[in-house]
């Protein structure tokens, strides 16, 4: 089944719809602060990761990996914990990662945006006493609970349920994820878009339809 749109979209954040709202366009560079470039970076490594561990699918009709990882926060609105929590699974099991790509079959472990789904997934549950159920999980990304529920325990069985991670050991992640960024501030070729600083969904009309693509 596929998981986002095929279709391309514009994307607006709080910050330039205010902006552009009141018509002064300079608002945007006040608001623009360093959570925000921070996020932006962060998502740029995230592009990075997933298309050097998984294979590019340069479908035209698919809309960037940027693209879809940026949706899926805004719809889950998840912290900078739980995003980073779920970088560093990906990263950390990247060697095995690389293995399983090449000789299993499951499709869901061949496919990195439904494992950086399932990554997300993870992470928040780990972090979170009250999170959202795979159910809402489902609707967030238009599949349904029996795929969501397949995605993710395929995910935990590729990681080993490894999800400890100690204060040193993410200490040091942190760092590294944010010395990289700080190191490369253009490491995506694809189009850039304006993040929200909650790495929030907006109830935005132009923006209702869910997250599917032909993710085959």
């Known amino acids: ?19 552009l709202q009141y018509k002064h366009l ?10 925000v ?3 932006e970076l962060l998502v740029q490594r995230s592009v990075k990761m997933i298309d050097s561990l998984w294979k590019p699918n340069h479908n035209k009709k698919m809309i960037p990996t940027y693209t879809y990882i940026y949706e899926l926060l805004r719809r889950s609105k998840v912290t900078f914990s739980v995003f980073q929590l779920a970088l560093y699974y990906i990263f950390h099991h990247r060697t095995t990662i690389q293995q399983h790509t090449k000789t299993d079959k499951n499709p869901y472990i061949q496919c990195g945006r439904r494992m950086f789904l399932a990554a997300l997934i993870t992470a928040s549950k780990y972090l979170n006493d009250k999170t959202y159920k795979n159910k809402v999980w489902a609707e967030m990304a238009n599949l349904s609970v029996k ?7 395929s995910f935990l069985e590729l990681v080993n349920y490894e999800l400890y991670v100690s204060g040193a050991i993410y200490g040091k992640w942190i760092q590294l994820l944010y010395g990289k960024l700080n ?13 929200d ?20």
Do not use: F, G, W
Not at 26 to 35: G, I, R
Not at 183 to 189: C, F, M
């Open 183 to 195: 190191a490369s501030p253009k490491e995506s070729s694809e189009k850039k878009r304006p993040l």
């Open 197 to 216: 600083q909650s790495i929030s969904l907006d109830q935005d009309k132009t923006n209702t339809k869910r997250l599917r693509s032909s993710l085959k």
């Open 147 to 153: 795929e969501v529920n397949q995605i993710e325990a």
């Open 26 to 35: 300079h608002l945007l560079d006040q608001l623009c602060n360093e959570q």
């Open 1 to 19: 089944m596929p998981l986002i749109s095929c279709t391309h979209h514009t994307y607006h954040s709080n910050l330039s719809i205010l902006a």
């Open 37 to 39: 470039v921070l996020i």
